[in-house]
């Protein structure tokens, strides 16, 4: 696949490349700019400063500008055309002077204007919703000012007159051009009108009073209009009034009507009232005597129903009694409960104070058993650290003295092994003497019985003949004694002394020179040890030697500093006697430094106790903070504080700083 | 050639940054040390240079134990007598009495030998031997206080003669020697206590003064029921009692002789109500509140002439007055600010100094007797407190809360407070209740009936 991409890369490549190279060679044909349209020229003449200078003052209509206003270079006379300029436009030159005067004469007939046509206009009404438009426009038509008369001036239309070339003489001063249209005089001003400032006057107090006219018709017509305003407003009032009264009389006549209605209505009612008062008469007449029969009846039944309340009544108020009766009893009952309910209660209660007050006396007399027991507790934790103590210097006792006899023990051994090596090295002595001793006596025999030989050999050689000593022949050339030294094991006695010697120090045994020649077990003990001995560390010094160096008047053991957990204890022992709260309150406040002495136990020495300072207070609160810290420090040292005896030295003497601080009296 | 056998010491490899060029430096030191220290001379061969020093913040509170074995002598008395002397010692709170039961040692005799060991293995600390002898009338009581830890006696033995009748007198004052010479504290049990017994509904209450013992006994009553009678204070010497009295109809101040139990009046002013009365320590000058026109000040009067005048003059209510020990200076209440504060000012003029600054309303002001701090009455929202600050205002510390607590008055060393407790409900009741300025041992005195507004005696000679 990347072959494959490869070549398609080479040949894009290859085909770009070859396109850029086949451009840069025959791309200029096809890229070359196209030539464009020709450029099409115009023939244009050139003027010179000084006619320009004078069209310009034409045209302003001011006089002649002098030579030295035209600030236009003379431009270069045109050249002659030439054949290379065929091509080129020719330039245009001025047009001759009979070619100015072809031109068409300007019409001067007309000496102004024709403003006939030019009259102002009526002015046109316009609606307008203003007060007095039109005669405003008026006004403003007529307060429009007179158009003065045109002035003269050239002719509108006629042609400028063409610019004649002025004649050269160059003997003359050169003479500004001078536009034809240049005006040898200015026209004057139109003279204002002399009774303009009049008539505009004659003007304003016309359109015033106009206006005032205006107004003041506006005004009567708005006067005009409210009267007439007014007029209707009274005359619908009075069409009201009118109106009104019209109704009322409707109403009085009503009223009327009503009345008498009413009256006729009256007296109807009250026929009808007497009618009816008669009928009820009667009726109650009837009524009366039917009462009176229904009363009859109803006293029957009254009497009747009487009974039977009454005999009702008795019923319920038997029935009454007779729950009274059970109301009372079942109250004389539920007083009875309750009584016996009090009593019950009173006995509870009284069983409850009996139990409570056996309660408290169990409980006083077990917080008593239990203050006993804390008591003997503390009694027997107290000797329990008392025999703990005692066990503990029992054993460190112990330990010394079994240190001490592993002292002995390995001194003697020390001793034992002195003296056995002294012991064999006097062997070895001896044995090297006797060796020595030994080897002499071979040395005298052998030398013996060589002079035995040799006076034999001379006796014999005396008898062959005599000579002198032939040593070499024996081969001796040292002269000396000579002994022939054997090596290996199994030394004879002709051994050397010093050989001798040695095997017996090899040997080890120290014996005499005889087993030292034949006993070969190797170097002594000691020489093969190659660890080092462990032997014991020296023993610390017992409180034994404590107080014996102490009665003699010896230092004190320092040992290591005191340990935080060895001060602490101090501290927390101390601190757990000291009551706080005997303290005075000026005591309270105050700190006392008391210094004591402990005895090799840590029991503190009563006869130190003393106040080592104070500060906060008078002498007499710090006498009273010193006896309560006292009594702390007895009491909780009575059997000894725990401290380590190897650093007596740094505890016998102590000094406490008793500062109450956090107590509530401060 | 190749050496054999000489390899190069290299440090132990490190971790991170490696600063094995450091490790000179520091092994330099330590050979320093090293050095030194074995030039040093070793073995313990060295005296103590310095004491072992250390320092003591906290402790234990815990009542002393004591001993007090029966006394000897008149039994019946002595035995009075030695219950009065526990009673008085045990109720401070500040000591326990070891029940006889547990006693070891039976001494025979007032002068037999202390076995201390005896009274150590009971962990008593200190022990009371005693013994009262009685002749007609009279009465003698002599003791001796012993330190039994440290196995001494513990200061002189004092002998006390009194009336049969006054027995109760010397056994406070055994109980005083002791108390003081254990505690370091000014006595108080020889005093008495002055106050008002309540009886009758609240709409209703009949009041009367009474004087006590401060223990509660020896109850005698300096008025009558017909009137209502209001604070009692005592005279620095203790015979004389002013009150606030309604027999006029108006509360008006009346002095009354102990001794004598008959009184008279202070202030007779009819447009002015007289009230709160407080003696100065020299007796000569009473300092109380007076009402007149709706307004009150403090006003101070010669005892002896009756003449009076005013100590402030302000729109504010002043009341409650009270003299500082040397006399120089009152506390008082006032609400000059807007709520009820204590106020400190000089008798000689000047503008009073406000001490009470915290949240609540202060009144009843007291001056300890030790002239150190000052109890009083704060109420906070429906919470009765009392209280005890310094002169300055500093240190304020509340004693006791409850429902209604009113009205401090000091022991005579200063060391207990006495006040008012009133407690709640319709059928409430004001009781006399004491408390230690540490707050502790708070109870109840020892009365059968209502009362209130106590003033606490001097220490009777």
Known sequence: MDDREGRIGYWISGIAHGSLILWAILGGALFRPQPGPPVRTTQVSTISGAEFEALAAASRGAGPVGAEATAVASLPEPTTATDEDAGRPADAAPPATEDVAALSQPDVTDASPDLSDFAPAAPVDVATDLPGAASNQNQAAEDAPAVPAPAEGPVAGAQPPQPVAPSTDLAAAPVAPRSVLALDRSARPQDRPADLVENRSRRLAEAAAAEAARQAAAQEAALQAQAAEAARAEAARAEAARQAAVAEQQRAAEAEAERRAADAAERAAAEQRAAAEARAAEEQAAAERQAAEAAERAASEERRAAAAREAEAQRQAEARDAEERRQAEAQAEEERRAASAREAEAREAEARQTAAREAEAREAEAREAAARAEEERLAAERAAEEERRAAEARQAAAREAEERAAEERRQAEAREAEAREAEERRAAEAAREEAEREAARRAEAEAADRRALEEALREAQGQAGAGGTDTASTGDALGGERQMIEGGSGASAGLDPLAAALAGAMAGTGAGAGEAENNFSGPPADMMRLTPGTDPLPVPVPNDALTDALAQGGALPMGEPLSLAEREGLRFAIQNCWNIGALSVEASRMVVSVGFSLSPDGVPDQNSLRIAGYRGGTEAGAQQAFEVARRAILMCGRAGFDMPASKYGRWRDVVVDFRPDGVELQ | ?461
């Not at chain 2, 807007?338 to 000012?345: K, N, R, V």
């Open chain 2, 1 to 461: 050639m190749k050496i054999r056998g000489l390899r190069a010491f290299r440090f132990p490899p490190t971790r991170g940054n490696d600063n094995a060029m450091f490790r000179p430096l520091i092994l330099a030191p330590a050979l320093l040390l090293a050095a030194s220290a074995a030039f040093l001379p070793a073995g313990p061969v060295q005296a103590q240079e310095a004491p072992l020093r250390i320092e003591i913040t906290d402790g234990v509170i815990e009542p002393m134990a004591i001993a007090i074995p029966p006394f000897h002598g008149d039994a019946e008395i002595a035995a009075r007598v030695r219950q009065v002397v526990a009673d008085d010692l045990t109720g401070t709170g500040l000591f326990r009495e070891i029940p006889a039961e547990a006693h070891l040692a039976r001494p025979a005799s007032f002068t037999e030998a202390v076995s201390y060991e005896d009274w150590q293995a009971v962990n008593a600390q200190g022990l009371v031997s005693a013994e009262v002898t009685r002749s007609g009338e009279n009465i003698s009581v002599r003791f001796r206080l012993f330190d039994v830890v440290s196995g001494q006696p513990q200061g002189d033995g004092m002998q006390f003669d009194a009336r049969a009748g006054d027995w109760r007198r010397a056994a406070h004052k055994i109980a005083d020697q002791i108390y003081a010479r254990l505690t370091g504290e000014k006595p108080y049990f020889d005093s008495r206590v002055a106050f008002v017994q309540e009886t009758g509904p609240k709409n209703a209450r009949i009041k009367r003064i009474g004087v006590m013992d401060y223990d509660g006994a020896n109850i005698l009553w300096m008025t009558d029921s017909s009137s209502l009678v209001l604070a009692p204070k005592f005279s620095p010497d203790g015979r004389r009692l002013a009150y606030t009295s309604y027999d006029s109809g108006f509360p008006q101040i009346r002095v009354m002789d102990v001794s004598s139990v008959t009184s008279r009046p202070l202030t007779q002013d009819a447009g002015a109500m007289a009230f709160s009365p407080a003696f100065s320590p020299d007796g000569r000058w009473i300092a109380y509140s007076r009402e007149q026109g709706g307004n009150t000040d403090i006003w101070l009067m010669e005892a002896g002439t009756g003449a009076q005048r005013a100590l402030t003059n302000a729109p504010s209510i002043e009341t409650s007055p009270g003299f500082s020990p040397d006399g120089r200076r009152i506390v008082f209440e006032s609400d000059r600010s807007g709520t009820p504060q204590l106020y400190i000012m000089g008798l000689d003029g000047g503008e009073p100094t406000r001490i009470s600054f915290g949240d609540g309303r202060y009144g009843a002001p007291a001056w300890s007797p030790k002239g150190d701090m000052i109890a009083f009455t704060k109420q906070i929202g429906d919470r009765f407190h009392i209280g005890i600050m310094r002169t300055d205002g500093s240190g304020e510390k509340m004693l006791t809360e409850s429902f209604l607590d009113e009205g401090p008055t000091w022991a005579p060393n200063g060391r207990v407070v006495m006040f008012t407790r009133v407690t709640p409900g319709g059928t409430g009741q004001p009781r006399l209740h004491s408390v230690d300025v540490t707050g502790r041992n708070m109870r109840p005195m020892n009365l059968d009936f209502a009362a209130s507004d106590p003033s606490w005696g001097p220490l009777m000679p």
